[in-house]
């Protein structure tokens, strides 16, 4: 028998998969068997405005991803935890300082569409078939995104009470090294005060180690409306490590501030490949159930001996074949091992 095997790669990269420092999520992902840690500190300054508002704000931002039921599927917590100074503007102004949870979401996503492009570099006959834009990258993969706000926060803070949170998260891959990424979030369903948001990015890879991304985020509730603007960078430092910073413009109708960041996000990675034998016709190999050794009566046991003798050739071939599919899954996991080693590093989000 000839046996051929193959390596069912979908979510997983090779080189840790970011959100950061941006604050829009991607469809994709981690892959199983991966344990993702995103982290950020930042500081908050916004003007102070009549009666009351949070002028100030610093602490640090954590969200972990992982995936092990699915490829498609991933689960994640993000919560914050900052000191924020808290004004009072009248006739006298006073001010006073509280330290606490931010924010505690639990959430899920799971790839609904990945959208397919054709490799065009083994295009050799026509330059202008291989550098024509590729229609179907208009086409955005897409991911369902479900949450839970679980009012753990503070009270100042106006997500301080259990709450569903929903969203879509697209993503447009217009080159190898650009894509453009939309999520839009309907958050704190109903609440008092629900809101509608919508994050909008742009990133781009100027080589496998260096990105550059700018980021429009609008949130909207029944009180007022809010809106930033940024950029950042991020650096690659090996194939599990990230490294970010950004700076973004806030702005709202009562005042306007500045946010920055620095960051750093770590991959565990536990991921093995799921490798399917295929036979000589390209099709999966089932578990082969001729050899498997069955209750025999007691004819069954006289006449067993005698069977076996003519079966000795066939427990060879199956024997060999076994020892073939063992050393081909073991060579493929070595060439696989090397290739990850030798691969090239470029950032991605």
């Keep these: 028998m000839i046996l051929f095997t193959q390596v069912v790669l979908a979510q997983y990269t090779n080189v840790i998969n970011s959100n950061r420092p941006g604050f829009s999520e991607s469809p994709y992902s981690v892959g199983t068997g991966v344990y993702q840690l995103e982290t950020s500190i930042f500081f908050r300054q916004t003007s102070i405005y009549p009666t009351f508002s949070r002028p100030e704000s610093y602490g640090v931002d954590f969200l972990f991803r992982t995936s092990f039921f699915k490829e498609k599927l991933e689960l994640n917590l993000n919560f914050a935890y900052q000191n924020e100074q808290v004004s009072f503007q009248n006739i006298f102004n006073s001010s006073y300082n509280k330290t606490g949870f931010s924010k505690l979401t639990v959430g899920a996503k799971y790839l609904v569409y990945e959208q397919k492009y054709t490799d065009k570099s083994k295009e050799i006959r026509s330059w202008v078939a291989r550098n024509k834009f590729d229609l179907k990258r208009l086409i955005p993969s897409v991911a369902a995104y479900a949450g839970v706000n679980t009012g753990i926060p503070e009270d100042i803070y106006k997500t301080n009470s259990f709450s569903p949170k929903a969203g879509i998260l697209l993503q447009n891959d217009l080159t190898n090294n650009f894509n453009i990424i939309t999520n839009i979030y309907y958050d704190r369903i109903g609440t008092e005060l629900p809101e509608f948001s919508y994050i909008i ?46 700076l973004r413009l806030l702005t709202d109708a009562k005042s306007s501030g500045f946010y920055s960041s620095i960051g750093a996000s770590y991959r565990f990675d536990r991921h093995l490949d799921k490798v399917t034998e295929l036979d000589e016709n390209g099709k999966p190999v089932k578990n082969d159930k001729s050899f498997k050794v069955k209750e025999r009566k007691l004819f069954g046991r006289l006449f067993g001996k005698v069977r076996n003798v003519f079966k000795k050739k066939g427990e060879k071939q199956a024997s060999g074949t076994s020892k073939l599919r063992k050393q081909t899954i073991e060579s493929i996991n070595k060439n696989s091992t090397n290739s990850n080693n030798d691969a090239e590093l470029k950032p991605l989000r």
């Design 201 to 246: 990015t742009a990133t781009f890879s100027y080589n496998n180690r260096w990105s550059i991304f700018i980021e429009n985020q609008t949130m909207l509730d029944k009180i007022q409306a809010q809106s930033n603007i940024g950029s950042g960078i991020a650096f690659l430092y090996n194939r599990n490590i990230q490294i970010n910073s950004s």
